[in-house]
């Protein structure tokens, strides 16, 4: 399970003022905070509406609400009746004593929504709360994405939460947002973007004296887009394995009954999550990484410390042992089956492993290199680390800071004056 946010005391003005003359940060640190959830009652007179609550998440998050006392709900997605699982759920949520609807409409179409909002809150079960699960993935590379493709998957989730928010400034508002925004998974960026424009959106509203809540979620177990699209085992792999909905739907009951902002549930191997999200590895996360991840050998700052003393031989034999390392847990090969003078591609490296190597290296040094260089090395573990060095060098020199060691002089030339 992801840890909560962190909870940060918010100081008056002047007190932060003077904390920040006095060298404090006026954020203080994050202190656990475990409180026991109150069970959720949710309002039998008022209607819960659920944006893509016809399938998958949404679907289960119904199940929840009625489980939890809602009594009225209108599910919505663009499908409506036609979508494969409305029939059966509509009928489940019926024995259960529930009255499901299920709306055709398309989110961020205010055409559609605004006198479908409308009549909702004039009927005899005004709106209650918002539940906003609608989304469309679509991953690729940010460069390679179409202006219709990132419209198409942002304007579920982005012009789906304004319009809901317009229309119900004083309703319960829930929107499901995504460990992947959180992580920053490398062919998510429309998505990433989507989520947490929903996020700000939340704190917005909170500002202003208005409900709101976002959920993060890790992946999902069973339904929704990852199990019907197989990934379990692959993002078991990445480090993000899924949750039973079960679970997460308990942990978002618990959250609504604590009014919180926002929360997170999820299962997540750092170890592994940190070596395909580079960000991880970014001062923001220290409070939730686990401290073992520090005691890495090659943990960012350690990496640094010794590249800094390092001879520039030194250096490139240390970039190489990193790559080597890399490279083998990528292709599952013991690190002394791997010839560091022959070309990587005769081991099965394809332009994806050499992407993910590339996003997991990053990690250890906190640097881009520019793939155009490395298109241009003979491909061996040798020939990349060599151009790597000027670029990893000159990274820990700048960052270089009266905690670091300076580097030792070196007769050998100096890769990085190149
Ligand atoms: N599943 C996971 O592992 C996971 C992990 C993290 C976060 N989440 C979040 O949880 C939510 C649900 O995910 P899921 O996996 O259950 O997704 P899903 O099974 O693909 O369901 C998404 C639903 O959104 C509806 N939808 C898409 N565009 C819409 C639009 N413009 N207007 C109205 N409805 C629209 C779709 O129905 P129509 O096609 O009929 O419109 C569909 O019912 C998403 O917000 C997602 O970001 C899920």
């Known amino acids: 399970m992801l840890p909560r946010p962190p909870h940060y005391r918010r100081l008056p003005p002047h007190a932060a003022l003077q904390a920040h003359r006095q060298g404090r940060h006026h954020l203080q640190r994050p202190r656990a905070r475990r409180a026991r959830p109150r069970p959720l009652r949710l309002d039998p007179e008022g209607t819960y509406l659920i944006s893509g609550g016809l399938s998958g998440l949404g679907a289960h998050t119904a199940r929840t609400l009625v489980r939890h006392g809602a009594r009225h709900l209108a599910l919505v997605s663009r499908r409506g009746h036609e979508a494969p699982e409305a029939p059966g759920l509509l009928e489940e949520l019926r024995t259960q004593g529930a009255q499901a609807t299920a709306h055709t ?5 205010p055409h559609t929504m605004q006198p479908l909002l409308e009549q909702l809150q004039a009927g005899p079960h005004p709106l209650r709360g918002v539940i906003h699960a609608a989304m469309h993935i679509d991953d690729h590379p940010l460069t390679e994405l179409t202006d219709d493709q990132l419209h198409a998957i942002i304007a579920p989730k982005w012009g789906g939460a304004l ?9 319960d508002f829930v929107v499901y947002s995504s460990i992947s925004a959180t992580a920053g998974f490398m062919h998510q960026a429309g ?23 976002f959920m993060i979620w890790g992946a999902i177990d069973r339904v929704g887009y990852v199990a019907r699209n197989q990934l379990t085992g692959a993002l078991t792999s990445m480090g993000a394995a899924p949750v039973d909905p079960d679970d997460a739907l308990d942990a978002l009951a618990g959250h609504l ?12 191997d750092w170890h592994r999550l940190g070596a395909v999200c580079p960000s991880l590895a970014s001062p923001r996360f220290a409070a939730v990484r686990p401290p073992e991840i520090a005691g890495d050998e090659w943990h960012l700052e350690a990496v640094r410390r010794r590249l800094a003393t390092a001879t520039p031989p030194e250096a490139l034999a240390l970039i190489e042992d990193m790559l080597a390392a890399v490279i083998s847990e990528t292709l599952h090969l013991p690190p002394e089956d791997i010839d560091r003078n022959r070309p990587l591609q005769q081991y099965g ?16 040094i906190d640097q881009d290199v520019p793939i155009m260089e490395l298109l241009h090395t003979d491909g061996t573990i040798h020939g990349i680390a060599e151009t790597m060095l000027p670029h990893v060098l000159r990274r820990v020199h700048t960052n270089a800071t009266s905690t670091l060691p300076q580097p030792r002089p070196d007769d050998a030339a100096d890769p990085a004056a190149e």
């Open 349 to 364: 490296m394809d332009s994806l492993l050499a992407m993910e190597v590339l996003a997991r290296f990053r990690v250890y």
């Open 163 to 171: 319009q809901l928010n317009a229309a119900c400034p004083r309703t």
């Open 191 to 213: 998505y990433a973007a989507a989520n947490l424009t929903m996020e700000a959106l939340v704190r917005a509203r909170r500002a202003a004296g208005r409900p709101g809540t």
């Open 105 to 109: 409409a398309d989110v961020s179409d």
């Open 257 to 268: 009954s604590n009014g919180s902002e926002g929360s997170a549930f999820g299962r997540v």
